[in-house]
């Protein structure tokens, strides 16, 4: 099946009380990955491409890759997302390239560094909403501001001094008309998260049942969600790694969040320690080999275990085909007719 919207799987993890991953990927190998433990897990796929990740891989070749995975394991639903779009035009351009979901993040001016004013985000966010809907396309925003930074995006804070308001999250909800919202409650980019286990004090689950409260009807996204756990970390530091101590967001936390409107979860920093203690660990143990396969099949699978579990987690393992994909130009006229396609 072609790609498919990204806010129709909301809709349906909406119904069935579940969250969906949302994992990033540069290359082959991590596409491979996704695509088989989804296979594995009966799971409806985000792959999820930063603007750093569109530039590795030339735009084109990402592209293809995800025709050829939706060619390879064509009973998979699948979205191709755009992580944190810092303009409208960067939006414009994935969406012309066969994106079918886009982040508009107006929560930082189009340097990806500098918070931005609630008008500036509402106007950019509204601007990006009516030309994806048009096609179909789904819109996330971000209200808040992120800490941490990722692929030279977000504004360095510490996770803690933007959190997003309720109030001003129902506002910008009501003026932008977007599908998805990325909050801010104290989680951040990266690998070094927290240097503690996570309490109240750092993780605002409070804020995030308060969000849900005010806006039943939104999909919340949590970004920066990467567990860390101690296993990939040691992996690393055994096979001669230097990862300080660190903390991400605990499973059930996530799925705490998922029973109180979270249906988006963002993971990346996980995958990426499982593949390099993978590498790491050949390179150790046999120093003569120099097939690049031999170390990045090890890798690829290391991966796709860590998804795996993820999507075991999160409750989209199993609803592979409780639905049958809405076109893009169905999803397009239905924007149209009551702004609500899954009303239609
Ligand atoms: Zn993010």
């Given amino acids: 099946m072609p790609l498919v919207s990204m806010r ?12 969906v991953g949302a994992f990033n990927v540069n290359n082959m190998e991590q596409i491979q990955a996704i695509m088989e433990a989804a296979r594995e897990t009966k799971s409806p796929v985000i792959v999820q491409a930063s603007r750093g990740a569109r530039s590795y891989s030339q735009d084109r070749f990402l ?3 995800m025709l050829a995975a939706t060619e ?15 303009s409208v035009d960067t939006c414009k351009s994935a969406i012309a ?22 008008e500036y985000n509402v106007s950019a966010t509204r601007e990006v909403v009516e030309l994806a809907h048009a096609k179909g396309v789904t819109v996330e925003g971000e209200i808040g501001c992120l800490g941490g930074i990722e692929d030279g995006h977000g504004a360095g804070l510490d996770g803690l001094s933007h959190l997003t308001d309720p109030d001003q999250a129902v506002e910008f909800v009501k003026q932008t008309g977007l599908d998805a919202l990325a909050i801010a409650i104290g989680t951040s980019h990266g690998a070094y998260k927290f240097t503690k286990k996570p309490t109240g ?18 999909h919340l996204v949590m970004h920066g969600s990467s567990s860390v756990p101690k ?7 055994q096979y001669g790694g230097k990862l300080k101590p660190t903390w991400g967001v605990p499973v059930e936390e996530i799925q705490l969040g998922i029973k109180n409107g979270v249906r988006k979860i963002n993971v990346d920093t996980d995958n990426r320690l499982a593949i390099t203690g993978a590498i790491r660990k050949v390179f150790f143990e046999k120093p003569e080999e120099f097939d690049p396969r031999s170390y990045m099949k090890p890798a690829r699978e290391a991966m796709k275990k860590v998804v795996a579990l993820r999507m075991t987690q999160f409750g989209q393992a199993g609803h592979i085909s409780d639905y049958s994909p809405i076109p893009l130009e169905e999803m397009a006229r239905r924007y149209q007719g009551n702004g609500n396609p899954a009303a239609a």
């Fill in 97 to 118: 390239m066969g994106f079918t979901s886009v982040m508009m993040d107006g929560s930082l001016m189009p340097d990806g560094k500098t918070p931005s004013t609630f």
């Fill in 201 to 218: 004090e750092t993780l605002k689950m409070g804020r995030l049942i308060e969000i849900h409260k005010k806006l039943p009807g939104t």
């Fill in 8 to 19: 129709q799987l909301l809709d349906e993890a909406a119904r069935g009380g579940y969250g």
């Fill in 231 to 237: 296993e990939l970390q040691d992996i690393i530091n």
């Fill in 63 to 65: 592209y293809h890759l």
């Fill in 72 to 86: 390879l394991y064509p009973e998979i639903p699948t979205v191709l997302h755009l992580d944190h779009g810092n």
